[in-house]
């Protein structure tokens, strides 16, 4: 595949990615109750993950694989926990 042709897709998926996380954390800040709040942390984790995906695509680069396992063993935590303990906004 030609370089031009590579890198001008990668960065169309980057440009999405941001438009995305963009939005995700529009959520974060706004949602109306936690579990809206939740859902868009699990939103910007697999942001996040794509995100270092692309970079490894455009670099070449495999060290940051380990950081995205981090990512998602922190996620898979997160959202396991909160799922846990939450109770229903505005309750005791």
Do not use: E, H
């Not at 109306?32 to 939103?43: K, Q, T």
């Not at 694989?65 to 939450?86: D, E, H, P, Q, T």
């Amino acid at each position: 595949m030609d370089d031009m042709i590579y890198n001008s897709v990668l960065a169309v998926a980057a440009a999405f990615l941001v438009a995305g996380f963009f939005i995700t954390t529009w959520r974060l800040v706004v949602g109306p109750n936690s579990l809206d709040r939740v859902i868009a942390m699990d939103g910007v984790v697999a942001s996040l993950q794509c995100a270092l995906a692309t970079y490894i695509c455009w670099t070449l680069d495999t060290t940051v694989v380990n950081a995205m396992f981090v990512v998602a063993l922190l996620g898979f935590i997160g959202s396991l926990s909160v799922a846990r303990f939450r109770k229903r906004d505005g309750a005791l």
